[in-house]
């Protein structure tokens, strides 16, 4: 399994933006797929958002147009700028990585937005 490490999570205003990173120990070229999860508790696990090795996106209807993942083969990393934040994003964001083969996991990163 390709091996992720998340950072770029802390503590913010309602309104306040952040920027999470996810970096892998490979190559992420021929990664099929890559997404952003947040899991908070007592709710269920929500993908945000994830991008093909193609560059292509999705988007969770509740952060469309607020959030954006993006991709820099170069580094091996995935990152996803989160503007506007509200108190109920507050989460673990975590990273997967998903092939026929693989299904990789990060450990993840808090994200608090206060209000």
Known sequence: QVQLVESGGGLVQAGG??????????SIFRIPTIAWYR??????????????SGGSTNYADSV??????SRD???????LQMNSLKP????VYLCNAKDILTNSWGQGTQV????
Not at 17 to 26: D, E, K, N, T
Not at 39 to 52: C, D, F, N, S, Y
Not at 88 to 91: F, G, I, R, S, V
Not at 112 to 115: A, G, L, P
């Open 39 to 52: 899991q908070a508790p007592g709710k269920q696990r929500e993908m945000v958002a994830l991008i093909t």
């Open 17 to 26: 933006s952040l920027r999470l990173s996810c970096a892998a120990s490979g």
């Open 64 to 69: 469309r147009d607020r959030f954006t993942i």
């Open 88 to 91: 109920e994003e507050t989460a």
């Open 73 to 79: 083969n170069a580094k091996n990393t995935v990152y």
């Open 112 to 115: 608090t937005v206060s209000s």
